[in-house]
Each structure stands twice: as C-alpha cells, then as structure tokens.
C-alpha cells in the first residue's frame, strides 16, 4: 500500500471527461492498494 499527499489549492476527479469531485484548498491524497494488503496495513497508513 502507498499513499501521496499533496498541499492543493485546488484538485478534481473526472471520469470519461466528467468532474464527479473537485475541492479548493486542501489535500489531495492519492491511495495504491494491492491484493495482498492486509487491514493491519490499512491501519499504519
């Protein structure tokens, strides 16, 4: 599991050109999960 935050003073999300989510200031935080990740993984993050 891998996480990036970022400092946004704005960010959306659009699926097939369409913006479903967007925020002014704020964090953007983008989550990698895998198969094998476990809840204790979950947890640390």
Known sequence: ???VIQRVTKASVSVDGEI???IGNGLCILIGIK???TVEDMKYM
Request: glycine letters at 0%; aromatic letters at 0%.
């Open 20 to 22: 479903i989510s967007s």
């Open 35 to 37: 198969r094998n990740d």
């Open 1 to 3: 599991m891998k996480a």
